[in-house]
T-cell receptor, first 117, second 110 residues
């Protein structure tokens, strides 16, 4: 157990639907990252939050949004789902988020596997 | 835009052999990470390399970093089946964004 908790583990839904993926970071970590892993795109960085604020944005579609709450858990919302959104979505956390003074090792959760039919 | 490229992407080898996975990146960075992923599982941190010439070893795996060449290597010595996994290198991009390579799927056959 890495200490990063993601729910649900598996999710099957239909095109056009909306889902929410949830992540609780490791105790003490302030940063949360979301990554999408698919066979053809590899591991793609989506977005990062640090202590409730958006810190960095990657290749996140406009149909996707995320937020980090005061208790530091984060949610990734995926809407108007398409077949191509089927992927493994990872959440990761780290202590750092501002100026990095050394290693910024991410701890990954087990992932949420999304299947869009 | 930071790009991270690994090669080979697929590697099948026999137990007892040695091999090296290469990781090239496109912009200056002195922080490089190696992760391991077992099929259907999460990513596990293996090594953190923070300076030019850094070398880290754990068991049969050894990682090194050459920041001038923008190259990191992951060397496997006398491979055993338990090392079969996908190995990713990752580099700190702008801000806090960690950019991953495509991954090298390593299969070690008895």
């Amino acid at each position: 157990d890495s200490g990063v908790t993601q729910t649900p583990k598996h999710l099957i839904t239909a095109t056009g639907q909306r889902v929410t993926l949830r992540c609780s970071p490791r105790s003490g970590d302030l940063s949360v990252y979301w990554y999408q892993q698919s066979l053809d795109q590899g591991l793609q960085f989506l977005i990062q939050y640090y202590n409730g604020e958006e810190r960095a944005k990657g290749n996140i579609l406009e149909r996707f949004s995320a937020q980090q709450f005061p208790d530091l858990h984060s949610e990734l919302n995926l809407s108007s789902l398409e077949l191509g959104d089927s992927a493994l979505y990872f959440c990761a956390s780290s202590p750092e988020g501002g100026v990095v003074t050394g290693a910024n090792v991410l701890t990954f959760g087990a992932g949420s596997r999304l299947t869009v039919l | 835009e930071l790009k991270v490229e690994q090669n080979p992407l697929f590697l099948s080898m026999q137990e007892g052999k040695n091999y090296t996975i290469y990781c090239n990146y496109s912009t200056t960075s002195d922080r490089l990470y190696w992760y391991r992923q077992d099929p259907g599982k999460s990513l596990e941190s293996l090594f953190v390399l923070l300076s030019n010439g850094a070398v880290k070893q754990e068991g049969r795996l050894m990682a090194s970093l050459d920041t001038k060449a923008r190259l990191s290597t992951l060397h496997i010595t006398a491979a055993v089946h338990d090392l079969s996994a996908t190995y990713f290198c990752a580099v700190d991009g702008w801000g806090q964004k960690l950019v991953f390579g495509q991954g090298t799927r390593l299969t070690i056959n008895p």
